[in-house]
């Protein structure tokens, strides 16, 4: 049976005589606030894909279903939160809101603070490119602890971890982010640059006329960046700028 308090003693991937993954417990205890059950849930939620061929094991063995589930807990408990929150908002706000809240810019600040990158199981080559801060990486980890959690505690469990971590300060980051111009970010982003003007292309129109809901793509250079849905055209191209500004890490 695998001991409670099991120290890793590198900062590097540590792998016991059958080539599995050991988890630093203590460390994990410390940062999530919560004892596993099942311990499998949580190396899974660690197991970035670029190990996978380390421990010759298949693209189902990594954190990527976790992350998909993970992705759904906290879209329903921050939406949730919302709702409750702010009775006056109308659905387009709230969705403005809770698209702030989850994004990848937003969820890697988290997993930062929280330190989530030192847990990772990665390859040699990735923790050398940096892969422990990497925005895409850790983030992604973020949402593959929390299906872990859902899993393992069930969605109260996974709810106090979302308010206590993710929706701490929320009324601060919905100030500072809310009134964002992210068109014009994404255009000072892309002429620093060299590649010219993002454009916006409307990809489809939905709904009656009273009620229409626009979705939009970004594109550089002839390259889709970032798709964004809302109900004017000027909201889903904010949406589609973000949607890139998250994609590309800023």
């Not at 410390?30 to 894909?49: D, G």
């Not at 906290?74 to 908002?89: C, H, I, M, N, S």
């Amino acid at each position: 049976m695998l001991r409670w308090f099991r120290r890793i003693i590198t900062k590097t991937n540590f792998f016991s005589r059958n080539n599995k993954p050991e988890l630093d417990f203590e460390t994990i205890y410390e940062i999530l606030n919560y004892k596993f059950t099942n311990f499998s849930y949580i190396e899974q939620a660690l197991k970035h894909r670029s190990i996978l061929p380390v421990l010759n094991q298949k693209r189902v063995d990594s954190n990527e279903r976790l992350e998909l589930l993970g992705d759904a807990v906290l879209g329903l408990v921050v939406t949730e939160f919302l709702y409750r929150q702010y009775p006056e908002k109308e659905e387009g706000e709230l969705t403005s809101m809770k698209s702030l809240l989850v994004s990848r810019k937003i969820l890697a600040r988290v997993a930062n603070r929280l330190n989530v990158g030192k847990l990772l199981f990665l390859s040699d080559s990735e923790i050398k490119s940096g892969g422990r801060t990497r925005h895409s990486i850790i983030a992604d980890a973020l949402e593959a602890i929390l299906g872990a959690l859902y899993l393992d505690g069930g969605l109260e469990v996974a709810r106090k971890f979302v308010i206590e971590n993710v929706l701490s300060d929320y009324e601060k980051i919905l100030n500072a982010e809310i009134y964002k111009n992210f068109k014009s970010i994404l255009l000072e982003y892309s002429q620093s640059r060299n590649l010219g003007a993002p454009f916006y292309i409307i990809r489809s129109e939905d709904g009656p006329d009273h009620n229409k809901l626009f979705t939009v793509e970004v594109r550089i250079q002839n390259k889709t960046v970032g798709v964004g849905v809302g109900n004017s055209k000027k909201r889903a191209e904010q949406r589609s700028a973000q949607d890139a500004l998250d994609k590309l890490e800023l």
